[in-house]
């Protein structure tokens, strides 16, 4: 009995503490990962498995020639960061993202996206 | 704004900072996750344990034996690149005329170090010192050795994500692979009068991550379980190479065609084992594994580094 009520004590425990916490993923992106669209976005909005650290995240769009084409900040709620892009012309754009999540683990990655034809 | 308050805020920042991890724990390199895979080790110190690791297989007796394997594995990092794992072992076997022999293996230690990581070209390369502590298993029935088993071994990882964007969904494989020499303490067994061979120890893994064609590649909308599997193919292998005076040096191992579930907390794993030949085995037999990741379960203790586990927050940049 006294087994059981350790097992499951310490079951509890391990599932109250890894509620919250882990390193954040990239959920999903718009626009979405690898995609190609025929209207140029406004905006790369970025959606996480974790809360992030705005003070430690971070987030830029370029172009082909590798020239920057976001603009302003980065805003960052919660999960979701996203940053401005200027008018963007037909061509590939890569967006590359390092985040920190709460609980102090670093990510990253890079995907591309296309716009037009 | 009082200046004891600007420099108490400053104080916090840089204790923020200085106490923000780097915490590239469990195998990250670059945007690449490498699981923990199920018989061979990922390249990289870590935070994590394996609880359990359940294997069922045939022997290669004639008649064959049904052997069951129960492991468990505690990582721990005691710098940020060094890392200390503790494995144990229990075995049980029935002869096919039902009697039965179990027993624990040898208490081993595996000592590594972080030599490389490199995030652009998501390469990862490891030390280690494997040993086996003669002695601390069942040696009565014949599960553990009375001698001490010491592997020199090099891990590595690769993931194929810095490939040019024309080779697609190629660039979301990874390799991971280890080598190493074993050497018995003792190179006679008297009580079995055989030589106690020095022998090669070595593993591979290929591996296709549905995470990374997801976040990296190309964003298919695939079911959500989906995008949490890397299927995989792990090799193991035994070669004699020095004191094996009189027998043959056959190569034995097996070859695990499988799939990993990768959650944030934990890691599922199931693979078939493939006998390479009649002296690994006989027949396919199973192994699964439960993987904790400690470094996201417990971040500010049990995932930290035993010491320098502060380092200071890695600059954002690209």
Known sequence: MRI??????????????????????????????????????????????????????????SDANGARVDQGKPKISASTMRIGVKPLPPGTYRVRWQVLSVDTHTTEGSFTFHVGP | MSRHL??????????????????????FVGARFLPATLITDDPCVADEM????????????????????????????????????????????????????????????????????????????????????????????????????????????????DLPSS???????????????????????????????QQLVYGASLQYSMPYLKSEIVDLGLPEFINHLIPVVEASLT?????????????????NPGVIWVGSYFQVGLEAMIPINRQSGTGVGVIGQLHLYLDDMFPSTLGQPLFGGTSSTRKLTF
Request: proline share 5%.
């Open chain 2, 239 to 255: 070669t004699p190479v020095a004191n094996n005076f009189g027998n043959p040096y056959t190569t034995t191992g097996t070859v």
């Open chain 1, 4 to 61: 059981h009520t350790l097992a499951a004590t310490t079951l509890l425990t391990l599932t109250i503490s890894t509620t919250a916490w882990a390193h954040a993923f990239l959920d999903h992106a718009e626009p979405r990962v690898g995609s190609s669209t025929q209207t140029a976005p406004k905006e790369v909005v970025l959606f996480y498995s974790q809360n992030l650290e705005p003070a430690f995240s971070t987030i830029e769009v």
């Open chain 2, 167 to 197: 080779f697609g969904g190629l660039r979301a494989f990874a390799v991971t692979g280890q080598v190493g020499y074993q050497i018995p303490t003792n190179s006679f067994d008297f009580t079995q009068n055989v030589f106690i061979p």
């Open chain 2, 50 to 161: 394996s609880l359990p690791t359940v294997a069922w297989s045939k022997t290669a007796d004639v008649p064959p034996a049904s052997q069951l394997n129960l492991g468990f594995d505690f990582s721990k990092r005691i710098t940020e690149n060094f890392g200390v794992t503790v494995s144990q072992g229990w075995s049980s076997i029935r002869q096919a005329d039902g009697t039965l022999s179990q027993g624990f293996g040898n208490f081993e230690t595996t000592f590594q170090y972080q030599i490389l990581k490199d995030r652009e070209h998501e390469l990862a390369i490891l030390s280690g010192l494997i040993v086996d502590w003669g002695h601390t298993g069942s040696t009565g029935s014949g599960f553990a050795t009375d001698f001490s088993l010491v592997t020199p071994t090099v891990y590595f990882g690769k993931g194929f994500g």
């Open chain 2, 6 to 27: 600007l420099h108490t805020l400053a104080l916090a920042g840089l204790t923020s900072a200085i106490f923000t991890s780097d915490a590239f724990a469990h195998c």
